[in-house]
């Protein structure tokens, strides 16, 4: 069912679904740190949560290039550049 929930989604509504996804797993990487007593989970939590914050700055850069040439953001005009 994730997945055809997924495919209804606007373009925005997208990566707010995978940032969510990914939060949760963090979440979960510091309850079990801090249930095991050990640092490892929540060094690794902020390890994900900086290479998200870099793939969510790349992606942001790329749909505002494509903005500013088409004049507007639509799914069905993207889908036209795939080779």
Same mark, same amino acid.
């Given at each position: %069912?994730? *997945? ?6 606007? @373009?925005? #509504?997208?990566?707010? !679904?995978n940032?969510?996804?990914? +939060?949760?797993?963090? %979440?979960? /990487? @510091?309850? !079990?740190? $801090? /249930?095991?007593?050990? +640092?490892? *989970?929540? @060094? /690794?939590? @902020? &390890?994900? &949560?900086?290479? !998200? ?5 790349? #992606? +942001? !850069? ?6 500013? $040439?088409?004049? #507007? ?7 036209? +550049?795939?080779?």
């Amino acid at each position: %069912m994730g *997945g055809k929930l997924h495919l209804k989604l606007n @373009i925005c #509504g997208k990566p707010i !679904a995978n940032k969510y996804r990914v +939060l949760a797993i963090n %979440m979960n /990487f @510091i309850f !079990a740190s $801090i /249930f095991l007593d050990d +640092l490892t *989970g929540q @060094i /690794f939590s @902020i &390890l994900i &949560l900086t290479v !998200a914050a870099a793939e969510s700055a790349i #992606g +942001l !850069a790329l749909l505002i290039i494509y903005y500013r $040439i088409r004049g #507007g953001v639509s799914i069905n005009l993207i889908s036209l +550049l795939k080779a």
